[in-house]
C-alpha cells in the first residue's frame, strides 16, 4: 500500500498539462509535444490518429511571440489532422458558425468606422466578434463535443470528475482581451493616420501576447479578485453558450 500510494503521489506531480479543441464530430486534445484526436463517423465507429505537433509554442522563451505561437500551434494541426483524418469535421466548417464568423466580422468593420469613442468601438467590437458564433454553437454537436472536451481534460488533471467548464478554456481569454485590446487601440489610435494601420496590426498581436500572459498569471492565482473578474466572461460563456 505504501508502494501504490508513493506511485499515485508521484503520477499527480507528473501530469501533463493539456489543450484541446472541439470538432463537430470529435475532440482534439494536445500537450506540450504531442497531439491525439478522435471522431464519431456516420456509422458509430470511432477513428483515433495522433503523432508529434509541427509547431511547438512550449519551446519557445520570448514572452512577446509565445502567445501568438500558441494560437498558431494549433492551426498548424489543423491539415495534419484532417491528412490523418479525412472524416474529421473542424469547428469553423459548419455553416452557421462560418456565417456568424463573416457577419461579425462585417459588424465590427462597421462599428470601427463609427463616431462612437474608442472604449465603446472596443466593447461592441469584443460583443460582435464572440456573440454570434456563441450563439451559432449552442445547442449543436460542436457545443456537446466542448463540454466532453472539457470534462476530459479537467478530471485527468485533478484527478476526479469534473464540470463542463474549465478554468484554461480560450473563453477565458475573452476577459484579458478585452482589457489589452482597449488599451492597445485606444494608443494606436494616437498615431499618424499614415502609420495607423500598422499601429493597429502592432496594438493586435501585443494585445494578444500580453492577454496570453495575464491568462497565465489568471490560472496560477485563481483566488486573486482580479483574476476572478478577468475570468467571469469566459465561464459565463462556456456555461450558458458553448459546452
Excluded at 185 to 205: E, L, Q
Excluded at 221 to 243: C, I, K, S, W
Aim: with cysteine; hydrophobic share 45%.
Amino acid at each position: 500500500p505504501h508502494a501504490r500510494g508513493t506511485y499515485t503521489r508521484r503520477v499527480s506531480r507528473d501530469k501533463v498539462r493539456l489543450g484541446g479543441m472541439a470538432l463537430a464530430n470529435g475532440v482534439l486534445v494536445h500537450g506540450p509535444r504531442y497531439w491525439a484526436c478522435a471522431i464519431r463517423l456516420e456509422d458509430g465507429g470511432l477513428e483515433v490518429a495522433s503523432g508529434l505537433k509541427p509547431l511547438r509554442a512550449s519551446e519557445i522563451e520570448n514572452r512577446f511571440i509565445r502567445g501568438p505561437a500558441r494560437m498558431a500551434e494549433i492551426f498548424a494541426l489543423l491539415p495534419e489532422i484532417r491528412r490523418r483524418l479525412p472524416a474529421a469535421q473542424l469547428p469553423f466548417q459548419r455553416p452557421a458558425v462560418a456565417a456568424a464568423m463573416v457577419g461579425s466580422a462585417a459588424a465590427v468593420r462597421l462599428v470601427r468606422g463609427s463616431r462612437l469613442s474608442a472604449a465603446a468601438q472596443e466593447v461592441f467590437a469584443a460583443a460582435l466578434a464572440v456573440g454570434p458564433a456563441a450563439v451559432a454553437m449552442r445547442g449543436s454537436n460542436l457545443a456537446s463535443y466542448h463540454g466532453a472536451e472539457h470534462i476530459s481534460i479537467g478530471t485527468y488533471e485533478h484527478g476526479e470528475e469534473r464540470a463542463k467548464e474549465h478554468e484554461r478554456c480560450g473563453s477565458h481569454l475573452l476577459g484579458p482581451l478585452l482589457l489589452t485590446s482597449a488599451i492597445g487601440n485606444a494608443v494606436a489610435t494616437r498615431a499618424p493616420a499614415s502609420v495607423r494601420p500598422a499601429a493597429r496590426a502592432a496594438a493586435g498581436v501585443g494585445a494578444l501576447a500580453a492577454s496570453v500572459e495575464l491568462f497565465s498569471w489568471m490560472v496560477q492565482n485563481q483566488n486573486n479578485p482580479l483574476a476572478r473578474a478577468l475570468a467571469m466572461p469566459g465561464h459565463e460563456l462556456q456555461h450558458r453558450f458553448v459546452t
